[in-house]
């Protein structure tokens, strides 16, 4: 009986998901395995400018920014620890840059969802940190005053701009400290885009110099 021929298997011509995002800068960030070399801080300052905080449900005609958010909470560390050096600044103003990617998803869809977005969410940020000469993990008393200074941005946001009242966020933030509403009125109204952006670039160049308060 004659042997039939083998007929060759077809290659599968499905490409594999990408994990990475091309940013405007031309850089391609690598997801699940981010490097330092791919980050640029105008792609941050471009798509924090562009990420809306409370799901898009505050007051106002423009966005409540996670850049706007990001100054916010760095103000507000600065008037908890005065003496806070330039690195501790830059570390809390980068506390959410992870988010240029990922976007900002509220905490309660964070607990819904688990830890695997979290594992991603830390491996940007320390490839951000690296990026940018910090730490790859914050020291723990510069994670305590971050999460401190988040919790009152929050509270003020929540008030002003989200609709709650002001027991309910105390129920949920604590009651920020009386230095904080200091900051109300330079940070609380949301920004336009572009301004958003160019005051977070700003203030990034500035604590890129020695000693800079």
Not at 63 to 82: D, G, N, R, W, Y
Not at 133 to 156: H, N, Q
């Amino acid at each position: 009986m004659a042997r039939q021929p083998t007929i060759p298997a077809k290659k599968s011509t499905t490409l594999a998901p990408r994990a990475w995002q091309r940013m405007l800068s031309g850089r391609r960030l690598d997801l699940l395995d981010p490097s330092p070399l791919d980050i640029e801080i105008e792609d941050i300052a471009h798509g924090l400018a562009r990420v809306a905080r409370w799901n898009g449900q505050t007051d106002g005609a423009n966005i409540f920014s996670v850049a706007q958010h990001s100054l916010l909470v760095e103000a507000v560390a600065c008037k908890l620890t005065p003496r806070l050096d330039r690195a501790g600044r830059l570390g809390v103003l980068l506390h959410d840059a992870p988010e240029y990617v990922i976007g900002d998803m509220i905490s309660p869809f964070k607990v819904a969802i688990g830890d695997a977005y979290k594992a991603v969410e830390h491996r940007l940020l320390a490839a951000i940190h690296r990026r940018f000469g910090l730490p790859p993990v914050m020291s723990d008393e510069l994670t305590a005053l971050t999460k401190s200074a988040d919790r009152i941005a929050a509270f003020l946001e929540a008030t002003k701009l989200a609709g709650f009242e002001t027991r309910e966020a105390a129920r949920f933030f604590g009651t920020p400290p009386a230095v904080a509403h200091l900051l109300v009125r330079d940070y609380i109204t949301p920004w336009p885009v572009q301004e958003a952006e160019a005051k977070f670039l700003e203030r990034y160049e500035a604590l890129k110099q020695p000693d800079h308060r």
